[in-house]
């Protein structure tokens, strides 16, 4: 039994939500965004209240329905406050800085990496060293941020590269003579 799914998602003030079909859709203060929830489960706005019901007791209308709850509920926050995730580059002459809708990426390869930032995602660089993905799509602002790492991940001896920030890193002894 999901006990997720059974938890119902309410809209703050600001922020609509309306459904045809199998389709939500949320307007707030920041972004209009739609979710298509599979026929395995039932969408309703009642109250400022968005509820979302297993259509049978299949294991797949169980999956679904906490999923589509989960789903849902990112879209409110995403059409409220928005989603942000913040990296930190690490290593000696690694750094970072925007041009227009490019972010460059000196990383110590024999190139500068330049990233283009997809349409909905707002990159900074405040510091050299710091990039802040922000954006209202939780998904797309997570996959932005591990597009980036990916590049350097962090190595376990020196710890350099790109890192979400705060986190750990495990660290690896050097070799012993």
């Not at 006990?3 to 119902?8: C, D, F, Q, S, V």
């Not at 925007?98 to 500068?112: D, I, P, V």
């Not at 962090?154 to 979400?164: F, V």
Request: glycine share 10%; proline share 5%.
């Amino acid at each position: 039994m999901s006990r997720i799914g059974k938890k119902p998602v309410e809209l703050p003030s600001g922020v609509t939500a309306s459904v045809s079909g199998q389709t939500i859709e949320i307007k707030g203060p920041k972004d209009t965004q739609s979710f298509t929830a599979t026929d395995d489960v039932t969408l309703a706005v009642n109250d400022n209240v968005v509820t979302v019901t297993p259509r049978g007791s299949s294991k797949r209308a169980r999956q679904q329905w906490g999923m589509s709850r989960t789903m849902v509920a990112q879209l409110v926050t995403g059409c409220t406050s928005g989603f942000k995730k913040e990296l930190e580059i690490q290593g000696v002459g690694y750094r970072a800085q925007m041009q227009g809708n490019t972010l460059k990426l000196s990383l110590g390869l024999s190139h500068e990496v330049n990233f283009e930032v997809p349409a909905g995602i707002t990159v900074t660089a405040p510091k050299p060293t710091e990039v802040i993905i922000e954006g209202t799509d939780a998904q797309l602002v997570g996959q932005v941020a591990a597009n980036i790492r990916e590049w350097r991940k962090p190595e376990p001896y020196k710890g350099k590269g790109i890192r979400y920030k705060g986190e750990f890193i495990f660290r690896k002894e050097g070799k012993k003579k």
